[in-house]
């Protein structure tokens, strides 16, 4: 039988309806758990005259009142409430659905009262509904975080403590550290973020006292003070934390993401706790690793990657974080030890419930570093063996072109150029960065005529193309076309006005040749406006310095690139101010560390030529 459209939406109506009272008449499980509170989304701002939109995720079932029984005129009544919201009058809707919730007594259809007034962007109403919700049935958890979460999103954060102090009392000792995370998670949406790390820190109160809650609660503050910016707020919340629990990892947690020179007292947090419980869980460990390579201290991030592959060897994300560092610290043989044994690890049962794709890009990076070490002894086909054995998108790409670099280094550029040719082309950029690769075969080979007229003729057919105009410019340079390297980088400055290394670029040629120092000097000071962070640009600084008489000064600027990079070419130009001022031993420390990072580096290889040393 075929229904009418108006039909059809009354008998879906009243589907709906059946089976909400169908539900609610069947009596919950007293024992069942219940769930942390549900994380709120909050859209994007609605009209002016509509209220905050909160959409609440389905609370879990929970023990509720005994529904007295359903009687004709109330299934009328909830049958109208839905027919009428579903038909633009939610406000009738949300009525007659929160009268039959109150006199059911039932949980689902409260919820269902929430849900038209979210659905109508009424935040007022929702608020309104869960607090009779509340009222009616007093011991409802749901109705309790459905209440949080419209605060919350209605920004009236103060309102929340006694509800949040409330959730908390009732979630058992296993279930806090999610809760704690939810909480989190939630208040950090507020946009008075000072008032929500206030609310919880007072609705946290006896949590923050207790030795087996502290270190968990004071690090939720914590975050949410970091949240609000305030800083030194939260190392003092995450030192309290370690006071009063020393064995939580959550105050550590915490500090470690504000591990920074300018928070000297974070970093003592991390390693006391390191240092107290050697069987904590090795995820902080691996991470603090990750914190010291980002702040270049790769000696110590070895010392904790050695720990933890000792102690669990059978991880396999360490060894490769521990093979990467030996690699850079010129240890091949551990390096390789430690790439293999990740390689068989990740290929191991154990280890296969890592998500597909990042155990792929893994172990490809893994069979990258490999061909590299290859590379190294010049066992060129061993090289070529861990490169054939990438697989999938991306990453072939990425080993073709390293082949290619391969073969250039065995003298075969013509192979090589016919290696990068080949690679698919789905889009215009991988059109484009086919031909930087090519490019970049025929400068390593030195073949800058060949590369130079390739930009040339790429240039004419895409003038305005800054990676272009900076690639030719460079390759001007190495042909001592010094009157065309600088008209490519004065228009790439009018292309690109924010490109700081056209400023640098230029500035250091300038510099380099001791020529219009002062005009160097306001070139790199420009693009270390740009790029303050950047060592490279520093350098370029350090020699303009030099290059001016401002010894200490360069010494001053070079020695902290230096420290931030220990790039070769750095190296170069630092130890030879050193050598200019009769620090001599110091420049040949600082030369013979730049050789182990690349001794082929033209910079330096030309500074101990031109030199005469022999380090």
Not at 179 to 208: F, G, H, P, T, W
């Amino acid at each position: 039988m075929n229904l009418s459209p108006r039909r059809h939406r009354l008998a879906a109506a009243a589907s709906l309806a059946l089976l909400a009272c169908a539900a609610q008449a069947q009596t919950s499980d007293p024992a069942a758990p219940t769930s942390p509170a549900p994380v709120i989304e909050r859209s994007a701002p609605p009209k002016p005259a509509a209220k905050p939109r909160v959409v609440a995720a389905k609370p879990a079932s929970e023990p509720e009142a005994q529904p007295s029984a359903l009687t004709a005129d109330l299934f009328y009544e909830i049958l109208m409430g839905e027919l009428t919201t579903r038909t633009g009058d939610p406000g009738s809707g949300y009525a007659l659905v929160l009268d039959a919730a109150r006199r059911l007594r039932d949980g689902k259809l409260f919820q269902r009262a929430v849900e038209i007034a979210l659905q109508s962007r009424s935040g007022d109403a929702a608020l309104a509904a869960a607090r009779a919700w509340q009222e009616t049935l007093p011991t409802s958890r749901d109705a309790r975080r459905i209440e949080l979460q419209i605060l919350i999103a209605l920004n009236r954060i103060s309102e929340t403590v006694e509800p949040l102090r409330a959730e908390v009392a009732a979630t058992s000792q296993i279930e806090r550290p999610l809760l704690m995370a939810v909480i989190a998670r939630n208040y950090s949406r507020a946009a008075d973020k000072k008032l929500a790390a206030s609310v919880v820190e007072q609705a946290l109160v006896d949590e923050l006292k207790s030795p087996t809650t502290g270190g968990l609660a004071w690090a939720t503050v914590g975050r949410l003070r970091l949240n609000a910016g305030d800083a030194s707020g939260a190392l003092d919340a995450a030192r309290k934390g370690q006071e009063i629990d020393p064995a939580s990892d959550a105050p550590p947690a915490l500090a470690l993401e504000m591990i920074d020179p300018g928070q000297p007292l974070a970093e003592p947090i991390v390693t006391r706790f390191l240092n107290n419980n050697p069987k904590a869980s090795p995820d902080l460990r691996v991470a603090y690793a990750r914190v010291l390579v980002e702040n270049r201290r790769f000696n110590d991030a070895s010392v904790q990657l050695q720990a933890v592959t000792s102690s669990r060897p059978d991880l396999a994300e360490p060894w490769l974080l521990l093979g990467s560092l030996q690699m850079q610290a010129k240890q091949d043989a551990a390096a390789e030890a430690s790439i293999k044994r990740f390689i068989e690890l990740s290929n191991s049962q154990a280890n296969k419930d890592q998500d597909a794709s990042d155990r792929k890009r893994s172990v490809a990076q893994a069979y990258f570093a490999l061909s590299q070490l290859a590379e190294r002894r010049k066992d060129y086909a061993g090289a070529e063996r861990w490169l054939s054995r990438v697989d999938g998108g991306e990453e072939v790409v990425a080993a073709q072109t390293r082949r290619a670099a391969l073969l250039a280094r065995q003298g075969k550029l013509p192979q090589a150029r016919e290696v990068i040719r080949s690679l698919p082309e789905r889009t215009a950029e991988d059109k484009k960065q086919k031909f930087l690769a090519e490019v970049q075969l025929l400068r390593d080979a030195k073949q800058y005529q060949a590369a130079y007229d390739m930009l040339t003729q790429a240039s004419a057919a895409a003038p305005d193309d800054s990676d272009l105009v900076y690639d030719q410019a460079m390759i001007a340079e190495k042909l001592n076309r010094l009157d065309d390297m600088e008209r490519l980088l004065r228009r790439l400055i009018v292309l690109k006005p924010e490109n700081q290394n056209a400023y640098n670029a230029l500035g250091y040629s300038f510099a380099d040749r001791k020529i219009r120092l002062d005009e160097a000097r306001t070139l790199i000071q420009k693009a270390v406006q740009l790029a303050p962070e950047d060592p490279f640009i520093a350098d370029s600084l350090g020699w303009v310095e030099f290059r001016l008489g401002n010894t200490d000064e360069a010494i001053r600027i070079l020695e902290a690139a230096y420290k931030t990079r220990p790039d070769p070419e750095i190296g170069a130009h630092f130890g030879e101010v050193l050598w200019s001022v009769g620090q001599k031993d110091r420049a040949v420390t600082i030369w013979k560390e730049a050789l182990l990072s690349d001794a082929e580096n033209e910079t330096l290889q030309e500074t101990l030529k031109r030199l005469r040393v022999k380090p």
